[in-house]
């Protein structure tokens, strides 16, 4: 970890939407941390080289037939020991995610979001 930067942790949100990477790039600005945005496209992700990451926010459905799962193995090379916060319009954790995702929070959701954020960068969130 450690991609505070001016006393703000450092979110990368991944999402094969750019609307709503603006719109949940804008909610964790908001929420006093520092975003970074990434187009999830085509099962692969265009990951900010050379960015150390605090927490990771990631979109379970990626397109048609891809999910977050397929994104973890480049995103835990790329951010090792980040925590991933699985994004989704689902009712609790996928199966196949649990194990492998640190948290997890329903899209329309931002108050919860933030308060998932910033219990893991230990700004005393609730969850």
Do not use: C
């Not at 799962?69 to 951010?79: T, W």
């Amino acid at each position: 970890m450690n991609g505070t930067i001016n006393g703000k942790p450092t979110v990368l949100i991944l999402d094969d939407d750019p609307v709503h990477l603006k719109i949940y790039g804008w909610i964790v600005d908001r929420g006093n941390f520092r975003a970074l945005t990434a187009l999830a496209r085509n099962g692969s992700a265009d990951l900010p080289a050379g960015e150390a990451v605090d927490v990771v926010v990631l979109d379970y459905r990626l397109g048609a037939s891809i999910t977050a799962k397929d994104l973890l193995p480049p995103i835990r090379s790329a951010f090792p020991g980040a925590p991933v916060v699985i994004l989704s319009e689902l009712e609790w954790m996928p199966d196949e995610l649990k194990g492998e995702a640190t948290g997890f929070v329903r899209k329309g959701e931002p108050e919860e979001l933030l308060n998932v954020l910033r219990h893991l960068t230990g700004q005393n969130g609730v969850l």
